[in-house]
């Protein structure tokens, strides 16, 4: 190679590392905010770490529901679509892969709910009322 290839090369690499560098900092520096509680202003937080900020304030599982039903039904559907095409081949695999993918979504939806619902309560603070003689 060439001094002039040599160089295109090392200016690319340097390119882009300052660029993967700079975006690696920022993200440490919002999730470090994240983490505190501190949310940086409006238009500072990129799309990508509204998810993480949605799910450091706790959420339902409703999505997980909603996803889990929707690709177990696709899935159902290709197979019973596919099925007449070719019988059972590997074909089915289009349809059993979001299949089994929904059915761990609502796996994890339910088994996260009832962990919910079964988790103790905080003590109340009012006292119990002492039957008088």
Same mark, same amino acid.
């Given at each position: 190679?060439?001094?002039?290839?040599?160089?295109?090369?090392?200016?690319?690499?340097?390119?882009?590392?300052?660029?993967?560098?700079?975006?690696?900092?920022?993200?440490? @520096?919002?999730l470090?905010?994240?983490e505190?509680? *501190?949310?940086?202003?409006?238009?500072?937080?990129?799309?990508?770490?509204?998810?993480?900020?949605?799910?450091s304030?706790?959420?339902?599982?409703?999505?997980?529901l909603?996803?889990?039903?929707?690709?177990?039904?696709?899935?159902?559907?290709?197979?019973?679509?596919?099925?007449?095409?070719d019988? $059972?081949?590997? *074909? *089915? *695999?289009?349809?059993l892969?979001?299949l089994?993918?929904?059915?761990?979504?609502?796996?994890?939806? $339910?088994?996260?709910?009832?962990?919910?619902?079964?988790?103790?309560?905080?003590?109340? @603070?009012?006292?119990a009322?002492?039957?008088?003689?």
């Open positions: 190679m060439d001094g002039t290839t040599v160089f295109l090369i090392v200016s690319v690499v340097a390119i882009f590392g300052a660029v993967v560098l700079m975006r690696w900092f920022k993200h440490r @520096e919002i470090a905010m994240v505190k509680g *501190l949310l940086p202003r409006q238009g500072l937080l990129p799309k990508q770490y509204t998810r993480y900020v949605r799910a304030r706790g959420r339902s599982g409703r999505g997980l909603g996803w889990g039903v929707a690709l177990a039904m696709l899935g159902l559907a290709l197979i019973i679509g596919l099925l007449p095409v019988g $059972f081949s590997p *074909l *089915l *695999l289009f349809g892969i979001p089994f993918i929904g059915l761990a979504l609502l796996i994890t939806y $339910f088994v996260t709910r009832k962990e919910e619902a079964t988790a103790p309560e905080a003590p109340s @603070e009012e006292k009322e002492v039957p008088s003689d």
